[in-house]
């Protein structure tokens, strides 16, 4: 098998137990925009224009609440600025890249294949097509984001709300931080994340997730520098 | 016609947000402390997503001691911590909330 292939099918498969929360967010996603008004081509649109469920799900919610389009389009940005932090982690990955693959994996970097691909870059900084990981599991999500978008659009809720799925999405996250445990430094700043994203949840325009990135990497940079210093 | 402009816009910022650091960081240009930093990135921005969504009830108020996410969590820790396996960690955590559910 080709190294380009290979790297492929490792993204598919790195990104796949993620898929778990992703197949039902997206079905609740499709329901929830038809159920709020939007109808089905302005409900499918944003999965494949905005293209990540936070900020989809906060521009509707916005805007159906009757928030001027401002607002709505303020927030999702705002949501979304956790994309820079990403961007800024594979940059130092993928510089040597063309243009065009720079365009089309930058559409690709959702949370999910930011956090598999990242890992798989650390391990794989020398492999000449290392990027081909987060195409694999970029374009995986995208498919199933897509699909299961179609599907809570035609079908509606058929997830049952008992089962608590939206359950998933936390712990998925919290599964992608299992290998920093036993970091000390790391569990500093997840503390510190967790504890600011709490406090400051009612924040404005949803900036709470960039608030809470922005203070925690602050304070370990200060503890990082001052300890150089004894 | 404006809830296109709208969403057309929101897209285009979205993928700046995306594009902008891969396009403008010069790797070579990063100092070491800064790349030190970028690699707490994942933990910096996925307690923000877990937190809440554990912690916090729909009325934005702390959930109580029992509540059934607080168990799926912790066991998720706990698995996550012994085992090092994501699936092994999401599965745990979701079988757990689960048992607190029905059959309590």
């Given at each position: 098998m080709s190294k380009?292939?290979?790297?492929?099918?490792?993204?598919?498969?790195?990104?796949?137990?993620?898929?778990l929360p992703v197949v039902p967010f997206g079905i609740i996603f499709g329901a929830i925009g038809i159920e709020l008004g939007f109808g089905p081509y302005i409900t499918y649109a944003t999965s494949i224009i905005i293209f990540s469920g936070a900020s989809q799900i906060v521009f509707f919610q916005l805007l159906s609440n009757g928030a001027s389009s401002i607002i709505a389009i303020t927030s999702s940005s705002v949501v979304s600025t956790r994309h820079l932090l990403y961007g800024a982690v594979v940059a130092q990955y993928l510089s040597k890249l063309s243009?065009?693959?720079?365009?089309?994996?930058?559409?690709?970097?959702?949370?999910?294949?930011?956090?598999?691909?990242?890992?798989?870059?650390?391990?794989?900084?020398?492999?000449e097509y290392k990027h081909y990981h987060l195409l694999g599991a970029g374009l995986t999500l995208w498919i199933v984001w897509q699909f299961t978008t179609v599907i809570?659009?035609?079908?509606?809720?058929?997830?049952?709300?008992?089962?608590?799925?939206?359950?998933?999405?936390?712990?998925?996250?919290?599964?992608?931080?299992?290998?920093?445990?036993?970091?000390?430094?790391h569990l500093i700043v997840i503390f510190l994340s967790g504890l600011s994203s709490?406090?400051?949840?009612?924040?404005?325009?949803?900036?709470?997730?960039?608030?809470?990135?922005?203070?925690?990497?602050?304070?370990i940079f200060l503890i990082n520098k001052f300890q150089k210093k004894i | 016609?404006?809830?296109?402009?709208?969403?057309?816009?929101?897209?285009?910022?979205?993928?700046?947000?995306?594009?902008?650091s891969i396009l403008l960081i010069k790797p070579e240009r990063l100092s070491e402390s800064?790349?030190?930093?970028?690699?707490y990135v994942p933990s910096a921005v996925f307690p923000a997503i877990i937190f809440p969504a554990v912690f916090l009830n729909e009325t934005n108020t702390i959930v109580q001691i029992h509540?059934?996410?607080?168990?799926?969590?912790?066991v998720a820790i706990v698995i996550g911590y012994i085992s090092k396996n994501i699936i092994l960690t999401i599965i745990a955590g979701l079988i757990s909330y689960w048992i607190v559910i029905f059959l309590f």
């Open positions: 380009k292939k290979e790297n492929l099918l490792k993204g598919f498969y790195d990104v796949s137990p993620l898929l243009l065009m693959w720079k365009i089309f994996l930058s559409y690709l970097l959702t949370d999910q294949a930011f956090a598999v691909s990242q890992e798989f870059f650390k391990k794989n900084s020398n492999d809570g659009i035609l079908l509606g809720s058929i997830v049952p709300e008992e089962l608590g799925l939206s359950f998933t999405i936390p712990l998925t996250f919290l599964a992608l931080l299992i290998n920093y445990f036993r970091k000390i430094d709490i406090l400051f949840y009612e924040a404005p325009l949803k900036s709470y997730i960039i608030l809470s990135c922005v203070i925690s990497l602050f304070i | 016609m404006t809830i296109w402009i709208s969403i057309v816009i929101a897209g285009i910022i979205n993928y700046l947000t995306r594009l902008g800064a790349k030190k930093i970028l690699g509540d059934p996410k607080i168990i799926g969590f912790f």
